[in-house]
């Protein structure tokens, strides 16, 4: 049998940036990295395009801070709740309830307005709230396609234990399991917890980007120590992911096949070129994707 290729260097950190974003919700922008030009960045992160990680924070009974009602096309939203409650509600007719655990996939494709905001009973009650969203490219084929919305409970994706620690596949092949999440960007995605002293070794694809994204704790690789806030993206090798827990630690790996498509963006609007830019502002002012009272 072949030697497997030893795990693959950490190349590059870089430091998220504390923001907000809907009405008011805090959060830190781990990709695009603090500092990093757009088309730079996009090259980097190809087929991602944005990762946030709104909280951890303890909503005060009444607040309503969420996402009001805002377009997207041309790309791909996957959110994932580590706690509390979201309601989903969308143009298309789309409607769910995201709660601990579980994940929605929303496909903007040829345009779509939507809205994430708490359930009414955290309006009345308060509670915590924490979760990660990640934009994830269309081909160019697809940026024109159907928009749509699909639910992906916790039961879908339940966590898998292995010698110190746990994991929860989203989407691609992990600890041998498929995950629930498909793409038209081929992806994969966990969410890992490992316990002080303990070592997390996975294979990744060949020639894939891949980035670690610690939310709380810290990991250790042979190139230096990645904290939470922080990304950090390895060397595009043969190799996987290999990483050390100095203290307990909750993180998340991403991986994708690049698209090696040009990306013109502008807010919530991704796709090739800025004359498909203008025509997706005209689309969106023009009402064209339906609207949510």
């Known amino acids: 049998m072949p030697t497997p290729a ?14 907000s974003d809907g009405n008011g919700v805090p959060l830190r922008r781990l990709a695009p990295w603090s500092g990093a030009r757009g088309s730079e960045a996009f090259r ?24 009001p009602p805002h ?22 007719g789309g409607r769910g309830t995201l709660l601990p655990g579980g994940a929605q996939l929303m496909t903007a494709g040829a345009g779509i307005v939507h809205e994430e905001m708490p359930v009414p009973e955290h ?41 110190g620690g746990r994991l929860r596949n989203l989407a691609g092949h992990w600890l041998g399991e498929q995950g629930p999440v498909e793409t038209p960007a081929q992806i994969a995605y966990a ?17 894939w980007t891949a980035l ?43 991986a994708g096949e690049a698209l090696g498509e040009p990306i013109a963006h502008y807010g919530p609007f991704v796709m ?3 004359a498909e830019i203008e025509e997706a502002i005209r689309e969106y002012q023009e009402g064209r994707w339906g609207r949510l009272d």
């Open 6 to 19: 030893p795990p693959r260097a950490l190349a590059s950190i870089h430091d998220g940036s504390p923001t």
């Open 44 to 67: 980097a992160l190809d087929p991602f395009l944005l990762l946030d990680h709104f909280g951890p924070m303890t909503l005060p009974p009444g607040t309503d801070v969420g996402f």
């Open 71 to 92: 377009p997207h096309k041309g790309f791909q939203t996957l959110t994932y709740l580590i706690q509390g409650a979201f309601r989903h509600r969308d143009s298309t």
């Open 123 to 163: 309006l009345e009650t308060g509670g915590p709230i924490e979760g990660v969203q990640l934009w994830i490219n269309l081909p160019r084929a697809l940026k024109g396609g159907k928009p749509g919305y699909e639910d992906i409970p916790a039961e879908r994706m339940p966590w898998r234990d292995f010698p």
């Open 191 to 207: 969410h890992v917890e490992l316990e002080a002293g303990n070592h997390f070794e996975h294979p990744l694809p060949q020639g």
């Open 212 to 254: 670690v994204v610690p939310l709380h704790g810290s990991l250790s690789f042979p190139e230096g120590i990645l904290r939470a806030g922080q990304v950090g993206f390895l060397e595009n090798s043969s190799g996987g992911l290999g990483t050390s827990a100095p203290e307990p630690v909750s993180f998340l790996v991403l």
């Open 272 to 274: 090739n070129t800025a």
